[in-house]
């Protein structure tokens, strides 16, 4: 699994800069590349590896919902619009 080395110091220096990890900006193209990383973390239960990337993503996520003007989001809840972006199934 593959961030650049700049991507993952900024998810450090979220997560040790800011009280608020939501505070922190990432880019489309950076919020892309973590949704990856926690696509293949949730599908092979490799968690422990990328806990930082996987808790910033989350974040990010959640940044995310109900933003987009007719989004599916707006008609369902938060963990549907979770796995939606993960691309998983939890049925």
């Not at 109900?66 to 938060?78: K, N, Q, T």
């Amino acid at each position: 699994m593959y961030l650049s080395e700049e991507l993952k110091d900024k998810i450090a220096s979220a997560i040790k800069n800011n009280r608020l990890i939501g505070n922190a900006r990432f880019t489309e193209e950076e919020y892309h590349a973590m949704l990856n990383i926690t696509r293949r973390i949730w599908s092979n239960y490799a968690w422990r590896e990328f806990d930082d990337v996987n808790f910033v993503t989350l974040v990010e996520i959640a940044k995310r919902w109900r933003r987009d003007e007719g989004s599916e989001a707006d008609e369902s809840g938060f963990w549907d619009y979770v796995f939606d972006e993960l691309e998983l199934s939890y049925d």
